[in-house]
């Protein structure tokens, strides 16, 4: 599969099973490809340092997976195992929770709420790409809407967006990439 991902807002849609999540994972070399180059601004990515890779371009995972402690601990994570000390209200406000939530048990929060925290989390590390393996896939609708406003308020991050969802790609992202069975599809 050949597929150029350009800066800005994109969508990758398609059936379960058909390489959306699996390309995220090679993008933040989570995974590395089987054959071909995976390259991010022109670099292998088998070259780049992973951790500095996963700095510059953050994944936010399908599943909330927030560590045990406070949001602040959760969103000041990234930042600590980069020996960066950062505010987490900043990146807390982007991801459209108030900063009250700082001191919260984030284990005991809402799905919704866990899911922003993550978000904000891949936030705290100034990413240049964001990574979002179906952000909003557990969440009712209000969440879902929440989660959505701050994505797309989200200023000078690239966003790649996996969604099942095509209204979702057409209201968060300004082009969309449709896979099947890992390759890109018509």
Request: net charge negative; glycine share 10%; aromatic share 2%.
């Amino acid at each position: 599969m050949t597929l150029s991902i350009p800066s800005g807002s994109t969508a990758i849609v398609g059936p379960s099973g058909s390489g959306k999540s699996t390309l995220l994972r090679l993008l933040n070399r989570l995974a590395d490809p089987d054959e071909g180059v995976v390259r991010y601004r022109g670099e292998d990515v088998r070259e780049l340092d992973p951790l500095e890779l996963r700095r510059r371009v953050g994944l936010v995972p399908q599943l909330p997976a927030p560590m045990p402690g406070s949001v602040a601990e959760n969103v000041c994570l990234g930042p600590r195992l980069h020996g960066a000390e950062v505010d987490p209200e900043p990146a807390l406000r982007l991801a459209g929770l108030d900063p009250s939530f700082l001191d919260r048990d984030a284990s005991r929060l809402s799905v919704g709420e866990q899911q922003r925290v993550m978000l904000a989390r891949a936030l705290a590390l100034e990413p240049e790409v964001l990574l979002l393996d179906e952000p909003t896939a557990a969440l009712d609708e209000d969440a879902k809407a929440g989660v959505e406003e701050a994505l797309s308020g989200l200023p000078g991050i690239s966003l790649i967006l996996v969604t099942h969802e095509r209204a979702q790609a057409e209201r968060v992202a300004a082009r969309t990439v449709r896979i099947e069975e890992g390759r890109v599809a018509g």
